[in-house]
Nanobody, 116 residues
Framework: QVQLVESGGGLVQAGGSPRLSCVVS????????MSWYRQAPGNQRDLVAT???????NYADSVKGRFTMSRDIAKNTVHLQMNSLKPEDTAVYYC??????????WGQGTQVTVSS
């Protein structure tokens, strides 16, 4: 059983810079792509950022230049540094890990609410 636990969300003013964290209950590996998704009320769950083999990151156009994803192998943790937050960034943010066999594991999500 693999568990992912997100933290770091909350009520943030526009322009704020919180950092989300995701702790995984097993060792993370470069063969396991990890991602952050977000879902606003009434919308689908959208991909925000991904980190893959070699530490290569990719970002949705809506967050490029503002968000940075990183991972700490020793602590089984990935982070999402969020800068210059906008009200449209309000969503539940989910951590995701994919295994070599394409099995996806999800965290419970952490709410980020951006006020203006």
């Amino acid at each position: 059983q693999v568990q992912l636990v997100e933290s770091g969300g909350g009520l943030v003013q526009a322009g704020g810079s919180p950092r989300l964290s995701c702790v995984v209950s097993r060792s993370i590996s470069v063969i396991n792509p990890m991602s952050w998704y977000r879902q606003a009320p009434g919308n689908q769950r959208d991909l925000v950022a991904t980190i893959t083999r070699g530490g290569i990151t990719n970002y949705a156009d809506s967050v490029k230049g503002r968000f940075t994803m990183s991972r700490d192998i020793a602590k089984n943790t990935v982070h999402l540094q969020m800068n210059s937050l906008k009200p449209e960034d309000t969503a539940v943010y989910y951590c995701n890990m994919m295994t070599y066999s394409s099995i996806h594991y999800w965290g419970q999500g952490t709410q980020v609410t951006v006020s203006s």
